[in-house]
Every structure is written in C-alpha cells, then in structure tokens.
C-alpha cells in the first residue's frame, strides 16, 4: 500500500469518529479552505437532485453550475464506488424538502 493510501485510510478513519454535524463543520473548517468546503457541498446537492430524477438543465439553473459539472456528478453517481448511492440512502429523509 502507498503511503498516500495509508494517509487517506487514516484520515478516513478519523472521519469515522465524529459524532455530530457540528463536529464535522469544525473538523472540514480546519482541514479545508471554503472554496474546497462549498465545491463539495455543490456536488453534494447536486447528487441529491439527481436522485430526485431532476434533469441536468434543471439543476444547472437551479444551482448556477455548468451542465458539464452535473454531467461530472452524475458520471461518480452512476459509474462511482457507490459512496454517493450509499450516504444519499442513509440520508434520504434529510433531503426529501429540497425538492421545491
């Protein structure tokens, strides 16, 4: 395993022991600059619009993002390792008000 792997594992493991969202933002607060923190929660919202059967145009207006940028999500959506289809599951009854 490369050590770039190893370093990930742990972070990933870290992530695992946080207990709330308020810990999150604090722990993404620290980690990431803002710019890296809204790209991610960009495609975050993205993926939820897709699983809500929006089409690409749809989310491209409703957000500001290039169709190329859903098309990007869709693409980790649907051909991804499943981390998206996976929290999307888990948290399905967080998202389901954002369909307005």
């Excluded at 370093?7 to 999150?24: C, G, N, V, W």
């Excluded at 981390?83 to 599951?89: A, H, I, S």
Aim: proline share 1%; aromatic share 8%.
């Amino acid at each position: 395993m490369k050590e770039t792997d190893k370093l990930a594992d742990e972070l990933y493991t870290a992530i695992t022991q946080l207990q709330s969202a308020e810990e999150a933002k604090l722990f993404f607060a620290d980690l990431c600059t803002p710019q890296e923190i809204h790209g991610m929660a960009e495609r975050w919202r993205i993926a939820i619009y897709l699983k809500q059967d929006m089409s690409y145009r749809e989310i491209s207006a409703k957000t500001g993002v290039s169709v190329t940028t859903v098309g990007r999500v869709a693409r980790a959506l649907n051909y991804g390792d499943g981390g998206y289809e996976l929290l999307l599951n888990r948290t399905e009854h967080l998202h389901t008000e954002q369909k307005s």
